[in-house]
């Protein structure tokens, strides 16, 4: 098997976290429900988890570290936080359904500030002009379908000067590109911990720089008298048990990534795509959406045929044991933006456990699919 769908979830992952899942369903409870070895040994877990991304992430406390189900969970959290019925909220183009459904539930005034894709000048002018009047806004770091990087330093400038606060979804982005939430002085940034952190499915993690609200009530651990959430983070935020044998994961996930050289997992999977894409491109009616310099662009990679609808290619991949997505990728704002909200797109996203074997081999197999039509 070859899996090209890192984008989705990051199925190679490093063989620490799987036993580090194993280890934590055997030996540990519930962090805050008792002064016991496993709720202990729980707490420990989870605070070293906090404290490494805290760390990682250049969050002034820990405590504004706050685990969540998934990134989805912590954009709802931001979003609530921010914007109330009729703001003005201004998106990027390329957003997904993940911000444009809650914006839509709150009946937010949403303004889109698009741009062509790879053009950062483009999407910081859009952003200025888009900004004045705004409540919020919500930008992704990378688009999930193109794996366009958008220009979030200079945007989330822009927002500063406006004093607009900023929610970054790093979705896309955490584990490959520098995030500093104190040098960045978003309010929110939001991130899986299944993606590029090299988690496990049912982590997410909220960087919080603004006061926040729960979207979720319930037991936390502390303060057990009172009938309101704590006022204080995490445990505002944190209602429930905690997915303890997760964060254990996600420790070593978030291990491994540090592990490496500074850029060094960006520079693997821009490579890998970068020889994908110039290996498909001579493909008759395809259409590949890259950027040739691969400066704003991460191993994300879309393409199109006009011969053939994207779910079938992505079905044949399949068959041959290349795994991939096709379709719209939860974001339609993204194919409105570029124009390919008709045919969707096949998406290829590459990890630093694919190898340019596996680029060669998969892009063979694409060329013969296409070319027997």
Same mark, same amino acid.
């Given at each position: 098997m070859i899996y090209f769908d890192s984008a989705a979830t990051s199925l190679q992952k490093p063989k620490a976290v799987s036993a580090a899942v194993s280890r934590a369903m055997t030996t540990m409870a519930s962090p805050g429900r008792g002064c016991h070895k496993p709720a202990m040994l729980a707490a420990d877990t989870v605070l070293n988890c906090r404290m490494l991304l805290s760390s990682y992430f250049n969050v002034s406390e820990p405590e504004?570290?706050?685990?969540?189900?998934?990134a989805t969970h912590s954009l709802n959290i931001a979003i609530n936080s921010l914007v109330s019925p009729g703001d003005k909220v201004v998106i990027s183009g390329y957003e997904h359904n993940s911000v444009t459904r809650p914006l839509q539930a709150l009946n937010a005034d949403v303004h889109v500030a698009r741009s062509p894709l790879f053009d950062q000048p483009a999407a910081i002018e859009a952003f200025r002009e888009a900004l004045p009047g705004a409540q919020c806004a919500v930008c992704t770091h990378v688009s999930n379908v193109f794996g366009y990087i958008l220009p979030i330093k200079e945007i989330s400038d822009l927002c500063r000067q406006y004093n607009v606060p900023l929610i970054i979804d790093a979705s896309q982005s955490a584990?490959? =590109?520098?995030?500093? =939430?104190? /040098?960045?002085?978003?309010?929110? *940034?939001?991130?899986p911990g299944h993606k590029g952190l090299m988690g496990p499915q049912g982590t997410g993690v909220l960087l919080c720089g603004h006061e926040a609200k729960p979207v979720l009530y319930g037991g936390s651990g502390s303060n057990s008298t009172m009938n309101t959430m704590p006022d204080y983070l995490p445990d505002r935020l944190e209602a429930g048990t905690h997915n303890v044998a997760g964060i254990a994961g996600l420790e070593q996930g978030v291990r491994f990534v540090m592990s490496k050289p500074e850029g060094a997992v960006l520079s693997h999977e821009r490579k890998l795509c970068s020889a994908f894409a110039e290996k498909i491109s001579s493909i008759p009616d395809v259409k590949v959406f890259y950027d040739k310099s691969m400066s704003c662009q991460t191993g994300v990679l879309?393409?199109?045929?006009?011969?053939?609808?994207?779910? =079938? *290619?992505?079905?044949?991949? /399949?068959?041959? /044991? *290349?795994?991939?997505?096709? /379709?719209?990728h939860c974001s339609p704002t993204a194919h409105e933006t570029v124009g390919t909200i008709e045919q969707g797109t096949v998406r290829f996203s590459f990890s630093p456990f694919n190898?340019?074997?596996?680029?060669?081999?998969?892009?063979?197999i694409l060329t013969k699919i296409l070319n027997n039509m």
């Open positions: 504004c570290v706050v685990f969540t189900f998934n584990g490959t =590109l520098p995030i500093d =939430l104190s /040098g960045l002085g978003a309010a929110f *940034i939001a991130m879309s393409m199109y045929s006009a011969r053939m609808d994207s779910d =079938l *290619i992505a079905e044949k991949l /399949g068959k041959e /044991g *290349i795994c991939v997505r096709a /379709g719209l190898t340019m074997a596996e680029v060669a081999y998969a892009s063979d």
